[in-house]
Nanobody, 125 residues
Framework: DVQLVESGGGSVQAGGSLRLSCRVT????????MGWFRQGQGKEREGVAT???????TYSDSVKGRFTVSRDNAMDTLYLQMDNLKPEDTAMYYC????????????????????WGQGTQVTVS
């Protein structure tokens, strides 16, 4: 089975930074489009940042310039560096593996297509 496990969430003050990690087991991520999504309390899940197999990245407008997505295929791990965090970034953050999609397509995923982790909470005060 493919499993995704997120880590690195926590509580931070506005202006601070966090780095999320997502370790994938059961399948190599080499050829997979990967992404970070988030869901705030009472809100719909939204795409945050995606990166496809050739390294092309896409970001939501709300995080562009502050967040950086990257991948280490040798470690089957996805990262999200979050800088200059704002209270509105508070949410549960989910990692996803989205086979066959481009980074742009993946950012707009609204279903449970692909494989998803259980999430890691980020709280910005």
């Amino acid at each position: 089975d493919v499993q995704l496990v997120e880590s690195g969430g926590g509580s931070v003050q506005a202006g601070g930074s966090l780095r999320l990690s997502c370790r994938v087991t059961g399948e190599s991520i080499n050829w997979l489009c990967m992404g970070w999504f988030r869901q705030g309390q009472g809100k719909e899940r939204e795409g945050v940042a995606t990166i496809d197999s050739d390294g092309t990245t896409t970001y939501s407008d709300s995080v562009k310039g502050r967040f950086t997505v990257s991948r280490d295929n040798a470690m089957d791990t996805l990262y999200l560096q979050m800088d200059n965090l704002k209270p509105e970034d508070t949410a549960m953050y989910y990692c996803a593996a989205l086979p066959g999609l481009s980074a742009f397509q993946a950012l707009g995923v609204r279903t449970n297509f692909g494989h998803w982790g259980q999430g890691t909470q980020v709280t910005v005060s």
